[in-house]
């Protein structure tokens, strides 16, 4: 009998359907898997009667003959940055200790709704600020991954969405939820060897998901393969009239028009993203991926996008200004901790409360915004960060008159060990170098495995498209999983 | 940009974060670099540019003018709200007196 957490949320959702194991079985399986696994610290709160109650409800649905949901009969892992109804929610951040949200996040009831369980929530850097899951206050994930140097030395996972990519990664779930404001889906998802899309801005409703960057953040999945994400992505994308940004379209039939032919179609190569100092493993990695896209039947072309080295400046402008916006509701009054000195009054509580519930990299970036929408400064910082946005946006706009999809590396280099990068925060903001352009633009773009660097570590190949051409960018990804043929999988040494 | 320790204790205060005098020092050098790394901004020529509001046109919807369009973000529902209040008495918040 194949173990069942080797399964991919097709092969599950398929399996279920057939009869050939019960739903009940399988949650069941990932429930023990996560009970195993809490050496990678990648969940903060299992919930395994919540997954078995989803199990049980599929399985009596197809007994009784009804037609099955989409999602019926898949157990997911939910990021902690989505509010779910009565399971405790914080964000990884100790501000918001103990809150158990009343209500449900759009994109998990979507899940839910869909027949999908939750195994747990899943841990995370704080407030999604972060590269290395290292910002969390419930202390680092551990990738799954370890370098083939005998050394052991345990790996960053990536982040923010850092807890998904090592659950998923691991076998702990076959698919779990991540959100991106500037890659926080894609990196983590490139360096642990998984797919992971963020859509087009709007596509997934912010509404229950807890605040970073409103006009860049996008709730997205992390799964094992292309058709995985697609399938995942369909139900959680939607109209909601609770976001005041979200897109009143249908959601297009993403997986049943997966197509990994690319006849007809121009790939875009952008001249920029060839760095300084990019290891030649990715160079090699991302040349090779041009030679897949071509084989698929794709144009090569090369584009370019001039102000890209701008990216990274303006996104962290332009961030840290909306979470001070955002954050500023964390003051100890309605809700998450209160610190109260003796004696102390309205204003000492706001600030000594704020002062021991945020951590350390939360209040950089919450001064950091503070600092750049100050009076005297708002201009020269928060408009022209702004402006370059518009100027980035235009590069792309620009290089869809010549191109469908553009081919990038995902982030500047395979996992870190933690703790390498934390002592410098602006070495750390660089991993994003890649991601954060087609944040700004709002546009939908997602990491695929393309194979293992030196070290036996994953490397991934970003593929961007345009505004709500989620297929275009699916499609592309799927033509290079076809040709990768990546199978690599950490050891199970937990 | 060099930020001094007068600089980070204003922003602290505004932002509502208490510092102490080492997390003033530390902090200093730490929001001085970062703010000196993003002023390269400062090269790129916008002169005509549009500062973005909007990543995908969009536009604003209005919902129904009633009470309680949509009941999970409408009233009535002032205990469930304050299920996770730090300290709540008789239906309301509580904080430290604000007025002596």
Known sequence: ?494 | MSVDTRTVKKIASLARIAITEEDAARLAPELGNILHWIEQLGEVDTAGVEPMTAVIPNTLRLRDDVIDADPLTGGGIRDKLMTNAPQAEHGFFTVPKVIE
Not at chain 1, 68 to 82: H, R, T
Not at chain 1, 220 to 232: F, L, N, Q, S, T
Not at chain 1, 287 to 297: E, I, K, P, S, T
Not at chain 1, 438 to 445: Q, T, V
Request: net charge negative; glycine share 12%; with cysteine.
């Open chain 1, 1 to 494: 009998m194949t173990d069942l957490t080797d399964l991919g949320i097709a092969a599950i959702r398929d399996g279920v359907r057939a009869g050939d194991f019960s739903a009940r079985e399988v949650a069941t399986a990932f429930n023990a898997r996560v009970a195993g696994a809490k050496t990678l610290n990648a969940f903060l709160v299992e919930t395994p009667e919540h997954a078995l109650a989803a199990a049980d409800e599929a399985d009596r649905a197809r007994a009784a003959g009804e037609a099955p949901k989409p999602l019926a009969g898949v157990p997911i892992g939910m990021k902690d940055l989505f509010c779910t109804n009565g399971v405790a929610t914080t964000a990884a951040s100790e501000i918001l200790a103990g809150f158990v949200p009343p209500y449900e996040s759009t994109v998990s009831q979507n899940l839910w709704d869909a027949g999908a369980g939750m195994l747990g929530k899943l841990n995370m850097d704080q407030f999604a600020m972060g590269s290395s899951n290292e910002t969390s206050a419930f202390g680092n994930v551990i990738s799954p991954w370890r370098r083939k140097d005998g050394g052991n030395a345990p790996l960053a996972p990536g982040g923010s969405s850092g807890g998904s990519s090592a659950a998923v990664a691991a076998r702990l779930c076959p698919g779990a939820t991540g959100t991106d404001t500037g890659g926080s889906i894609r990196q983590p998802a490139a360096f642990t060897g998984i797919s992971g899309i963020k859509p087009t801005y709007g596509r997934c409703s912010r509404w229950g998901t807890i605040a970073f960057a409103s006009s860049l953040d996008q709730a997205g999945p992390m799964a094992r393969d292309v058709r995985d994400c697609a399938i995942m992505l369909e139900a959680m994308a939607g109209f909601d009239a609770k976001d005041a940004t979200s897109l009143q379209l249908d959601v297009p039939r993403w997986e049943a028009r997966l197509s990994s032919d690319l006849k007809g179609k121009r790939v875009g190569i952008p001249k920029e993203y060839r760095v300084d100092g990019m290891p030649a493993e990715i160079e090699t990695l991302w040349q090779q991926g041009v030679d897949w896209l071509r084989d698929a039947g794709a144009e090569i072309v090369e584009v370019s996008l001039p102000h890209t080295r701008y990216a990274l400046p303006a996104y962290y402008i332009i961030a840290p200004a909306e979470a001070s916006s955002n954050l500023a509701r964390y003051d100890g009054v309605r809700y998450g901790l209160r610190d109260l000195p003796e004696g102390a009054g309205l204003q000492d509580m706001y600030a000594a409360t704020r002062a021991d519930g945020f951590g350390a990299e939360v209040k950089r970036r919450i001064m950091i915004g503070t600092y750049v929408l100050s009076a005297g400064f708002y201009d020269a910082y928060y408009t022209q960060a702004q402006k370059v946005r518009t100027l980035i946006a235009r590069d792309f706009e620009q290089a869809w008159e010549r191109c469908d999809v553009l081919l990038t590396p995902t982030a500047p280099s395979a996992a870190f060990a933690l703790g390498e990068k934390s002592a410098d925060p602006i070495a750390m903001y660089l991993n994003d170098v890649f991601t954060v352009p087609s944040s700004l633009a709002g546009l939908p773009a997602m990491s695929v495995p393309g194979g293992l660097d030196g070290a036996g570590l994953p490397l991934g190949l970003q593929i961007i498209g345009k505004p709500l051409d989620e297929q275009g960018v699916l499609n592309a990804g799927l033509a290079i999983e076809e040709r990768a043929g990546f199978a690599a999988r950490p050891e199970g040494w937990w």
